[in-house]
């Protein structure tokens, strides 16, 4: 009886623990890393996105699917043709929610990670950009910096 008592309390608390998780990438649209981790990213790792030795950094369908879906939004962005304030933030708001899939749904690991982390960073970054601007001169030099940065994706990922 008492070790039943014990497991469900450990299983309550490792949901309750996932869960407040979960809720923090949801809030940060950030992946969490502990320090020794993040200091292994900046000291030892690749700091420029290249090829991998001349090949493409391998990626789990997850990841697959998920860029997919960011270029489909680009494209249907740009087939829009339209380049007003609102149009920019709803933009981004897809952005931003289709990110924050992929963040939250990366079982990456590795240089392939590493490689897409290089990627990611700066598309977050200007999706950001634009979704908390108000000034349509800077969200336009976001957007397009935003659309070359996504659509480059396949140049380094297979």
């Known amino acids: 009886m008492n070790f039943k008592i014990i497991l469900l309390s450990i299983l309550?608390?490792?949901?309750?623990?996932?869960?407040?998780?979960?809720?923090?990438?949801?809030?940060?649209?950030?992946h969490e890393h502990?320090?020794?981790?993040?200091?292994?990213?900046?000291n030892n790792e690749i700091q420029e996105l290249t090829l991998n030795n001349g090949e493409k950094w391998k990626i789990d369908e997850s990841t697959r699917f998920h860029t997919s879906n960011l270029v489909k939004i680009v494209e249907e962005f740009e087939?829009?043709?339209?380049?007003?304030?609102d149009?920019?933030?709803?933009?981004?708001?897809?952005m931003l929610l289709e990110l924050q899939e992929l963040i939250n749904k990366c079982t990456m690991e590795g240089k392939d990670h590493d490689a897409l982390h290089l990627w990611l960073e700066p598309v977050l970054n200007e999706t950001k950009s634009i979704k908390n601007s108000d000034n349509i001169n800077n969200i336009s030099k976001s957007s397009a910096i935003l659309i070359k940065d996504v659509k480059k994706f396949n140049n380094y990922f297979e």
Do not use: G, R
Request: glycine fraction near 0%; aromatic fraction near 10%; charged fraction near 20%.
């Open 12 to 30: 309550l608390i490792f949901f309750v623990a996932c869960n407040d998780s979960n809720n923090e990438l949801s809030e940060s649209i950030a």
């Open 34 to 42: 502990n320090s020794s981790e993040h200091d292994n990213h900046t």
């Open 79 to 85: 087939n829009q043709n339209s380049t007003n304030l």
């Open 87 to 94: 149009s920019y933030h709803k933009f981004a708001d897809k």
